[in-house]
């Protein structure tokens, strides 16, 4: 499955202005051949994190604001995974969405691992660790930015049977190491595909670091974004089958495991 990643420059855009954007991503990459499109954490809404903003961009799964964009997902016949401020009734959910070609709902995953104290004072932890969906003949996992920064949340979703799993994220400098070396690390050591799409650009105080990666299970980078940048980029890569099962069958941890050992 040939996959695509936006990293697009942060700032202050309007709904509208989202939606644009994900349109002409979605365009150039269906026309590439790509099945899959990956947008970074809060897409819509974007950062700097503001509860105003949050406040207008806030909506349900079946609200307006992700039917927008399963429409978009629908005109250009590729599946969108987008994160979003999940409204459910007094809670506001930091969450990802995924919908298929169709702009059918396929799954919803809120992020459980909140960083800082702005994410803890706006959002309510999710309660689930593995989400999947089916897609494309790929178990399709999904967190979000620092989940993938805990081995146990990634390994959780290789004993759930993952092959790809999604990582929108809001990755900050100097922080470059978590994109560099822990997001390939990750996918080698639960034998998996990560594909980790990250904003980029400064912005109310913020600097995003770009370094948006698709890491496959035998250690290799399929492919990186430039650091820093003032233009959003579209980077592709290919989740092989042939690759998962010859470094499931190479690299055996999942199989060397002493799960007993590691209670606390």
Request: aromatic share 8%; hydrophobic share 40%.
């Amino acid at each position: 499955m040939k996959i695509a990643c936006l990293q697009t420059v942060c700032g202050p855009t309007d709904f509208p202005q989202t939606l644009d954007r994900l349109r002409d991503a979605a365009g150039k990459a269906a026309a590439e051949g790509a099945e899959l499109l990956l947008a970074p954490e809060m897409t819509v809404g974007g950062y700097p994190l503001r509860y105003a903003a949050l406040g207008q961009s806030a909506g349900t799964a079946d609200g307006p604001q992700c039917a927008a964009v399963a429409e978009i997902a629908r005109e250009a016949g590729i599946a969108m995974a987008h994160g979003w401020p999940e409204r459910d009734g007094a809670h506001l959910y930091n969450a990802v969405r995924l919908v298929d070609r169709d702009g059918r709902p396929l799954a919803v995953y809120r992020k459980a691992h909140l960083y800082g104290r702005a994410e803890h004072e706006l959002f309510t932890p999710g309660g689930t660790g593995v989400v999947q969906a089916f897609l494309g003949g790929l178990t399709v996992g999904m967190l979000i930015c620092y989940d993938v920064e805990f081995p146990e949340a990634v390994r959780a979703h290789a004993l759930a049977g993952s092959d790809l799993l999604l990582v929108p994220t809001g990755l900050m400098s100097p922080w470059d190491v978590v994109a560099r070396t822990i997001v390939p690390a990750r996918a080698f050591e639960s034998q998996l595909y990560i594909a980790y799409a990250n904003w980029s650009g400064e912005h109310g105080g913020l600097r995003f670091c770009g370094r948006t990666t698709i890491a496959a299970p035998d250690g290799t980078v399929e492919c990186l974004g430039t650091g820093p940048s003032d233009a959003d980029q579209l980077l592709f890569g290919e989740v092989d089958r042939t690759t998962l099962a010859s470094a499931r069958r190479t690299t055996t941890y999942l199989r060397d495991r002493r799960p007993e050992l590691y209670g606390s």
